[in-house]
């Protein structure tokens, strides 16, 4: 079975400053990554996803992330934070198993503060 | 906006009854999936249902089932409620294809606690 683990459950920072949100993953067959953001009182909405094209994947809101196949890493990065981009942010991976086109496994979600 | 609505916003329940929660999808949107997302955690995958059969399951047991409908709506039902199934539950529609080529719209959520 597919995995991800997120390190850190809390990550603070200035803003302006380098965003770095953690992910690692466990797949025994090359995966479709995600990373999606959930604003409170609101569903999980999409960044980017990584499906073995580009390694260097670019999202909305000028987010990224690099898939690194030797590391199982998929990290997320913003060059500069925005009080704006205060939400939980979740790593997932796709699960190819039981027949289903859409089933996502979710790491347990970061949550990033901004500080002024 | 993702057009992609639950219903009710909030619900309380006492252990042993049931619930029905509610997803509305956009037009066209043939596959549905719903999501428990327990406090602090990720959301875990339920079901996914495409053009109105279930063609997915996680580790759930058989007292969560679904409805798809021709219109696009789609119910998520929960007998014998547990204290344990208190979480936001999430659905997401998507227009065919596959994780790689389509992309999947979350509702808001419905918060569920059991008492």
């Known amino acids: 079975a597919q995995s991800v683990t997120q390190l850190g459950s809390h990550v603070s920072v200035s803003e302006g400053a380098l965003v770095l949100l953690r992910c690692n993953y466990s797949s025994s067959v090359p995966p479709y990554l995600f990373w999606y953001v959930q604003y409170p009182n609101q569903g999980l909405q999409l960044l980017l996803k990584y499906t073995s094209a580009a390694t260097l994947v670019k999202g909305i809101n000028d987010f990224e992330a690099e898939f690194k196949k030797s590391e199982t890493s998929f990290h997320l990065t913003k060059p500069s934070a925005h009080m704006s981009d205060a939400a939980e942010y979740f790593c997932a991976v796709s699960d190819f198993g039981g027949g289903s086109n859409y089933k996502l496994t979710f790491g347990k979600g970061t949550l990033l503060t901004v500080n002024p | 906006e993702t057009g992609v609505t639950q219903s009710p916003t909030h619900l309380i329940k006492t252990r042993g009854q049931q619930v029905t929660l509610r997803c509305s999808s956009q037009s066209g949107h043939n596959t549905v999936s719903w999501y428990q997302q327990a406090l602090g955690q990720g959301p875990q995958f339920i079901f996914q249902?495409?053009?109105?059969?279930?063609?997915g399951r996680g580790n759930f047991p058989p007292r969560f089932s679904g409805l798809q409908f021709p219109n696009y709506s789609s119910e998520l039902n929960v007998n014998a409620l547990e204290l344990d199934d208190s979480a936001l539950y999430l659905c997401?529609?998507?227009?065919?294809?596959?994780?790689?080529?389509?992309?999947?719209?979350f509702g808001p959520g419905t918060r569920l606690t059991v008492t």
């Open positions: 249902y495409y053009r109105e059969e279930e063609n």
């Open positions: 997401a529609s998507s227009l065919g294809g596959t994780v790689a080529t389509g992309r999947q719209y």
